[in-house]
């Protein structure tokens, strides 16, 4: 009978809203050192809270106990002291174990919101396939000796007979050779995380009298974005949002090397429904660096800048958010419409995506400010990575605009762009795998 009725109690305390609540709670939160933060619970009856490292995390400003009591007068607040782990368990009536909720606190951050536009120049870390070109050996036969080695649009050649392959212009010289020698090429080179390799024999163009590989190949894309933020204490710096991909085979381009650039607006193609528009934007100077590019991501571009760029809206470093404190309502976008200032434009959040590790397209936003919908049309490209501000907070940036519904779009949390970039340190410690969305 005391097994039966411990049964049927159990079930019906999971019908409760109390427990619902509790069940809705992230099994992991992060917090910042310092900063206070308070769990929103549905509690219409007595529960308890613990903690197991009163030395990371307080419970309702209670130094000296591990439990605290939760009620509607009494919500429980976090206070975290220090950089670590803790766990907080919550009882319903003190004695019944409902949720436990892992929370690692980092240390206090706080960057500069961009907004400029920049100019992206990147250079692969190898020569990328982006098509496949037929050699006329005579006037019967025309031939794709890259094709028939089995290689495949946006395969990264990286070795040509264990040469390395730092730029095009190295390419030629090496095919010639070897056609001229009736030798085979052996190339080395990655399709995704694979290393590959194949035997590639020149062909002779009647034509044009060259030796060729029957391959169109790349090793650098250029283009213009929006700073998000400036990390001063690292000299860090991310952008746009969204990872780059070569134009023609939508593969991610693995960085060898890059650089942003001061760049000027000059113009606006206007978005319109079925039409994405543009801003049309000239570097200013070949000269003017404004940092390199280590990194390209799921979450955009990154690598060292020596200081806060011009037209900044910020003299220093705002608070950031993580991820599960961005609300639905009204926010800002900082981006530049007309020459290199930088402005603020008002912007509605519709959208929040429940989001525990790395993920794309974490915030639906829609452009609400008038001027900006009259200036572009809505969210045009060379728009993506405009950082978002909420409440005082750096949030998020915007990535991608909705083709059919250009004054809206989607956007990436802040939290994520920051752990690529090094400035934040990766959830639990441990790198996260990107989940799609």
């Not at 605290?68 to 429980?76: E, R, T, Y």
């Not at 020569?127 to 005579?138: D, E, K, P, R, T």
């Not at 649009?153 to 070795?159: A, C, E, Q, S, Y």
Request: with cysteine; hydrophobic share 40%.
């Amino acid at each position: 009978m005391l097994a039966f009725t411990t049964v049927f109690l159990l079930c019906f305390l999971g019908t409760t809203v109390p427990v619902q609540s509790y069940a809705a709670l992230p099994n992991e939160l992060r917090l910042f050192s310092g900063e206070t933060n308070k769990l929103e619970l549905a509690m219409p009856v007595y529960a308890q809270a613990s903690v197991d490292r009163p030395d990371v995390l307080q419970l309702n400003h209670n130094s000296a106990q591990t439990t605290s009591h939760v009620s509607p007068a009494h919500p429980l607040q976090l206070h975290p002291r220090q950089s670590g782990v803790a766990k907080v368990t919550l009882k319903l009536f003190g004695a019944i174990p409902i949720k436990t909720v892992q929370i690692q606190v980092v240390p206090g951050l706080k960057v500069i919101p961009g907004g400029q536009t920049i100019g992206v120049k990147v250079k692969s870390a190898g020569i990328l396939v982006v098509g496949h070109h037929l050699v006329n050996i005579n006037q019967q036969t025309r031939i794709s000796p890259g094709e028939n080695a089995g290689i495949q649009l946006g395969d990264l050649m990286t070795h040509m007979n264990a040469v390395p392959l730092q730029d095009v212009s190295k390419v030629a010289q090496i095919v010639e050779e070897a056609g001229k020698g009736k030798q085979n090429l052996e190339i080395t080179f990655k399709r995704g995380d694979k290393v590959m390799t194949t035997k590639l024999s020149p062909a002779y163009d009647a034509e044009d009298r060259v030796w060729r590989l029957g391959l169109y190949i790349r090793d650098s894309a250029a283009g213009v974005g929006t700073l998000t933020f400036y990390a001063p204490d690292q000299g860090v710096y991310g952008a746009l949002g969204h990872v780059i991909t070569d134009m023609n085979t939508q593969t991610p381009i693995v960085v060898g090397s890059g650089e942003v650039l001061q760049s000027n607006v000059t113009s606006i193609s206007k978005s319109s429904e079925g039409e994405p528009g543009e801003k049309r934007a000239s570097f200013i100077r070949e000269s003017k660096i404004l940092g390199n590019i280590e990194r390209n991501t799921h979450f955009g571009i990154f690598g060292k800048m020596n200081k806060n760029p011009d037209h900044s809206l910020y003299s220093e470093g705002i608070p950031v958010a993580f991820a599960s404190e961005v609300k639905e309502g009204p926010a800002e976008i900082l981006t530049v419409v007309d020459g290199q200032q930088v402005e603020r434009f008002k912007v509605n959040i519709v959208h929040v995506a429940k989001q525990d590790e790395p993920a794309t397209k974490g915030l639906v936003i829609r452009i609400t400010d008038p001027k900006l919908i009259e200036k572009t049309g809505g969210i045009v490209q060379g728009m993506s990575g405009s950082p978002i501000v909420q409440n005082g907070k750096l949030i998020g940036a915007v990535t991608h605009v909705f083709v059919n519904d250009p004054k809206s779009g989607y956007g990436c949390f802040i939290e994520w762009m920051l752990q690529d970039s090094g400035v934040m340190p990766q959830a639990n410690r441990e790198q996260q795998n990107l989940k799609a969305s």
